[in-house]
């Protein structure tokens, strides 16, 4: 028999706060965040008794905090919990549990609550917690008062364990736990006589049979691959098809990265690689990577002459407005790889989601390849290769030379344009680092500008509901105990999430953040709305004028103003071990979206038109 902690036996509050954690121990839970606050006190404590098994860390910030579990559990897959005290502290949890379902993160969200009878009567900090995230969670539920009985303790199992597994399945998301507490909150004695648990709780017997595996999904993925043969059938049939490779954030890139490798080759059909997506940082491994192809598509007359039959796109649409302007025009027959349970066709076409890994996909579209072309005979698949051999020659050949031409022009500029530092940081990166692109412009400088390398570069980003909010703690969680990690952002984007830099304390590990300050929201310039002013700059382009040097001495922060890429491409190799520092690159927010408007339509040649 195993002994509980003896602060287990001080009151109900306190045993049932045990049951709980230990519940997530048993099952794989290895970080928690914790705000402070009173109603929240056992499981604060029960959640500190359990270090080191689990790391618990306090963050002050509720949004900050769930941003930087956020970003934990990008960064290692597992669900990373937040608990937090009861009133508007749970509220402020929202924009990142929201982020968290759009871009299937798990987390598990703990808010403490007064039981029901101080509810509705202006008990001080209660607000009504049922439902508080609305439909955004994937499973949710409010918990029994704690209770000593078996019975009962035996539902808080269950649940607990029902919570952790339905962050992971069928799609990862979030998971809301509403959690009453009565006085006495601190672990005192409460009068119960816990004498039973301290002699005759047999916890090994208790927790027994605990497993976080679930072979659920995996089963009925091997079902659907097996029904997929007429499939794989139509698709070698077809010579003008395209593999869309798009936001990911897969745990095994080099996987993930030879399986889109293996499905392009088997089919002869180019790879059209999403600046945010890791087959641009292992682009040895697929000879068909097309990575400048919102550049080629802004050249109308390429655009009609490369239109796709079919085509395969692998996770979430690229940002790339060209793009999906083109897929909407043309309207290939599509499919959509992705095990997730979400609906990944924005544009509303002819499209079939597969609901499986492309890596085992294309393991299986592989294995059938090679049989499939020899019973449809040497002279029908002869001629089918001969076209798609002219179709993405002509891609490889306009991949070419644009990128030729953007690797030019990048390489001479000497002027500090925001677009270049995307572009540089693609080459000057340590093998390995975890990046983290912040939204608007930056994400968009790195689908234009990210050179193909051979560099593992780990790219994350909110992607899901594309906001600037937690921007800073995100990426202080992705870098948390992990290798020396960067951060690509705007002035606008960095200030929206400041709090983030009280994490400073609690962080282990290293953080440059490439702070691109134009002095306003660059993204708007792009905009149709930037041509009315006013009122364009006080509410579109809303310069803050700050002064990121002592907003930095005020968070004992390091900050470095870079004056030219030279200096750039010293700072960001080698990175720094321990700590966070703030490279700032002032940059001209109306020069630089002048020359994009002026130049990315020019790098498409016209020797490319047949």
């Known amino acids: 028999m195993l002994d509980l902690m003896p602060i ?43 270090v080191p098994d689990i790391e618990a860390i306090s963050i ?33 949890f929202y924009p990142a549990l929201i982020e968290a379902k759009e871009s299937r993160v798990p987390l598990l969200i ?17 607000i009504d917690q049922w439902k508080l995230y609305g439909n955004y969670p994937n499973w949710q539920a409010e918990l029994a008062l704690p209770s000593p009985d078996m019975g009962m303790l035996a539902y808080l199992r269950q649940t607990v364990i029902h919570s952790w597994e339905r962050t992971q399945t069928p799609t990862k998301g979030p998971v809301h736990l509403n959690i009453p507490f009565r006085d006495p909150l601190a672990p005192v004695p409460d009068g119960t006589d816990l004498s039973y648990f301290q002699s005759q709780f047999h916890l090994q017997d208790f927790f027994a049979g605990i497993n976080s595996n679930s072979l659920i999904s995996t089963l009925v993925q091997t079902r659907l691959i097996a029904s997929l043969l007429p499939t794989f059938q139509e698709w070698q049939k077809c010579d003008r098809g395209i593999i869309i490779a798009g936001v990911a954030q897969p745990q095994q890139p080099q996987e993930y990265c030879r399986a889109i490798a293996r499905l392009s080759q088997t089919l002869k059909w180019p790879v059209l690689a999403e600046g945010l997506s890791p087959v641009r940082n292992y682009a040895d491994l697929n000879p068909y990577l097309i990575s400048t192809y919102d550049l080629i598509l802004r050249n109308q007359q390429l655009a009609k002459q490369l239109a796709p039959e079919m085509v395969i796109q692998v996770g979430e649409m690229p940002t790339s407005k060209e793009l999906r302007s083109w897929i909407d025009a043309t309207q290939p027959r599509r499919w959509v790889i992705d095990p997730s349970d979400q609906n990944l066709d924005p544009l509303h076409g ?26 449809r005979g040497a002279g029908e698949q002869g001629r089918i ?30 002027e500090l344009f925001e677009g270049k530092a995307a572009w540089l940081l693609s080459q000057t990166l340590p093998p390995g680092t975890p990046l983290f692109i912040a939204n608007s412009m930056p994400v968009r400088d790195v689908e234009f500008f990210w050179q193909p390398n051979n ?16 921007t800073l703690s ?19 984007a960095l200030l929206h999430d400041t709090n983030g830099f009280l994490i400073r304390n609690k962080f282990v590990g290293h953080l440059t953040i490439l702070l691109i300050n134009n002095n306003g929201g660059g993204i708007f310039e792009m905009l149709p709305i930037a041509k009315f002013d006013p009122p364009f700059e006080e509410f579109f382009g809303t310069p803050q004028d700050i002064d990121f040097a002592q907003l930095c001495a005020t968070y004992n922060v390091q900050h470095e103003l870079i004056t030219s890429w030279e200096q750039l491409q ?14 700032e690159l002032r940059t001209n927010r109306k020069a630089d979206a002048k020359w994009r408007q002026d130049n990315l339509r020019q790098f498409a040649p016209i020797e490319l038109l047949r």
């Open 8 to 50: 287990a036996f001080r009151n109900v509050n306190q045993l049932w706060a045990y049951i709980l954690t230990e519940t997530l121990k048993t099952l794989g839970l290895r970080c928690v965040v914790i705000c402070p606050g009173s109603r929240s006190t056992p499981l604060t404590v029960a959640f500190a008794q359990q």
């Open 570 to 583: 010293q700072k960001l190799n080698p990175l720094p071990t321990m700590g966070i520092r703030v490279l």
């Open 474 to 492: 995100t990426a202080l969680g992705i870098a948390h105990r992990q290798q020396s990690s960067v951060m690509l952002t705007g002035d606008l």
């Open 385 to 414: 290769n001969s076209l798609a051999d002219e179709y993405l020659k002509f891609w490889c050949t306009a991949e070419a030379q644009v990128r030729k031409a953007v690797d030019q022009t990048m390489d001479t500029m000497e």
């Open 455 to 470: 560099l593992g570069v780990r790219s994350h980003f909110n992607r899901g509901a594309n906001g600037i909010d937690g």
């Open 350 to 375: 002819r499209t079939t989601h597969l609901r499986v890994a492309v890596e085992q996909l294309a393991e299986e579209q592989g294995s059938r390849g090679a049989g499939e072309q020899e019973s």
């Open 110 to 126: 703990l808010t403490t609550d007064r039981p029901q009878e101080l509810r509705d009567c202006h008990s001080g900090q209660t």
């Open 60 to 92: 002050l910030d509720e949004r900050s905090a769930a941003f930087f579990a956020l970003g934990r559990a990008k960064a290692t897959g597992c669900p990373v919990a937040i608990v937090c005290t009861s009133g508007t502290a749970g509220a402020n």
